[in-house]
């Protein structure tokens, strides 16, 4: 259903087909996380992710100085901000569910619309958003970091050879190199690459019934899920089955026409791209609007809403634990605050209006 | 002028009198950064301030869930958010300027009026107060943690032999733990600790300046400063003295009474702690409204309005170079986000109301 920009991301994984009957249908389902989410299309160093790095934590980059990457995509919590959606600039409450960054580079496009090819061209969003960090134009957004030698100095190592280092494109790109990075490996990893006992027999139960009632059809690959387009709501309206989950208002519940906005496509009306199941667990509340926070629910409205089934609770406890075994290792290096650059009396001043 | 709950920080320090008469004299006005800032009247573990260091960085401490202690004292820079005032609820703006927490437990109060005895006693205001975290009361802050496995946990290691570990006191005093680690030696430590050719020449002619003038009549101690109550206007209203630098508009800036607010003494009309100097080049900007960004500026401005004196231009260039001596390193413990215990499906939720 997704036609533009996509991003193939190819994996060395030369694994020896396993033995056992369920690891074998995994390994042709799913893959292990690669060590980094790299595009052999683009550079990537060490200048360039300590760049990024800086840039994702600065909260300079947005116009009040006080919203960062990491305020909605906080890697102390899995990359998300746990809220139904995210807040903004003066307050502004976000119209979607703020995806988590982990990950992230292996979906087949960025944000619930796909309207961004890849994590690069997704930085270059939130940062002129009016409701999220509010720069008013992306030169601005270059006089700021410019302002800073801290700054001049890590765009000219991370961009070496280039006539003009420091870039609204180069700083988008330095944020995705980073993000390239956040690849959070779990138990189900180790047992994609041959240790059958990397997972309990109920969490092996969990994994097939996850096959067996059809979820793999959307949530497969590396991230299990990311790649594929679908409309919420194949075999019922998902707000109708939502509904006794919901905890929490979302006025954008039933307004929200999904990637029709991006193509104008009467058939994308309500479609979405499938979100990405590693560090589930983690990542609620839940769908593009957060209206549910019990994944237990969430799932069972999947099945309901898309695959016309009823999940049995027995199932259900078999699902959860599965999930429990997708939750991975954040790296170090990306949890590690850097010392941001200092500014100067030349660096354009904060604005909370 | 201080006259409660006042924390005696006991020193180590059994330096031999050095031979270099401008070491002497810092020797006497000034003492080296501790280790850790320890009060002996209270515990400390690792327990305590690993618990202490999640806390600091849950943003599940605020009503919203979007606002952490690290929102406003950013570690990243140098423990303030490099605002006049900060942010809080509902974007709310603050009365006055963040302080820097690095180096903090050294003062002698907390707060710009001292209305808090230690950084124990500090840590239980911004959680409660509406426009900054906005719990709506101490017992919803700890239903919240106590819905947490993961917090139970980290509280009961924390506070072992406690009938009740987790309580509103414990949570404050476990993020005081953690802010007697922020410590951030600089060269000036190595200066006072004997080694002679840790300041440049120009940086001991600043240190000269800045006794000669009478800075370190307040700003002294192992924190240069933080320990003495003062009017801020003893020559001339520094409202009058700061007009020409302002470059935000700052409503408080001729309404902000300091101490009296609190003792309601007419002595301490204006009355404000003296901020501490370490790492003063990145704790921008300046004053208890945050009114002047330009170092040299609030630096001349002070001479005028405390002292009567006026700089000269050389001084200036000297003393900013001392001030650059002050920039110390920050733990790399206290870098590193940790990543925080999951929600449970009994955790209050967040509101943006």
Redesign the interface.
Known sequence: MFAGGVVVVVFAWAQEQAADPLQQMAQALFAPLPEVMLDPDRPFSDELVDLGRMLY????LSL???VSCN?CH?????GV???PTS?GH??A?GPRNAPTVLNAALHSAQFWDGRAADVEEQAQGPVLNPIEMAMPHADYTIERLASMPGYVDAFAAAYPGHAEPLTYVNMADAIGAFERTLVTPDRFDAFLEGDGDALSDLERGGLQAFVNYGCAGCHGGAAIGGTVFARFGVVEAYWEATREFV??DSPTMTMDVGRFAVTQDPADLYVFKTPALRNI??T?PYFHDGSV??LRAATQIMARVQLGREITEEDLDALMAFYGALEGE?P?YA??????P??S?TTP??S?R
């Open positions: 934590y600065d909260p300079r009040s100085g006080f305020s906080n890697l102390a919590t899995y901000d746990n809220l807040l003066r307050w409450v905890t929490i667990t983690r609620y926070w019990d954040i170090a949890l590690q605050l850097p010392v941001l200092a500014s009396m001043r904060p909370n």
